[in-house]
């Protein structure tokens, strides 16, 4: 079965940085695009960045452009998000999505928290 498993978040400073990680298991990996979505408390999920399933082509959030990253090793089955210059408003559980024409899945997500 598919299994999306996130880490790397935890509590930063504004202005610091984080990467997460996505490590996935029981599918072809290489086979899915992978994306990076945040949920906040009472605001909607929204898409942060996405990356296609050979790495070549990524698009991002206007609020998360020029500040996270996006990459992906097939070699390892995982999939990261960089972030840079995190903000308050960056707080939000992380959960990273695989995706292809016929499924769809979900992990549970990482806690990331701005504050100082």
């Known amino acids: 079965q598919m299994q999306l498993v996130e880490s790397g978040g935890g509590l930063v400073q504004p202005g610091g940085s984080l990467r997460l990680s996505c490590a996935a298991s029981g599918f072809t990996f290489a086979g899915y695009a992978m994306s990076w979505y945040r949920q906040a408390p009472g605001k909607e999920r929204e898409l942060v960045a996405a990356i296609t399933s050979a790495g070549g082509k990524t698009n991002y959030a206007d609020s998360v452009k020029g500040r996270f990253t996006i990459s992906r090793d097939n070699a390892k089955n995982t999939v990261y998000l960089q972030m840079n210059s995190l903000k308050p408003e960056d707080t939000a559980v992380y959960l990273c999505?695989?995706?292809?024409?016929?499924?769809?899945?979900w992990g549970q997500g990482t806690q990331v928290t701005v504050s100082s």
């Open positions: 999505n695989a995706k292809n024409n016929w499924r769809s899945s």
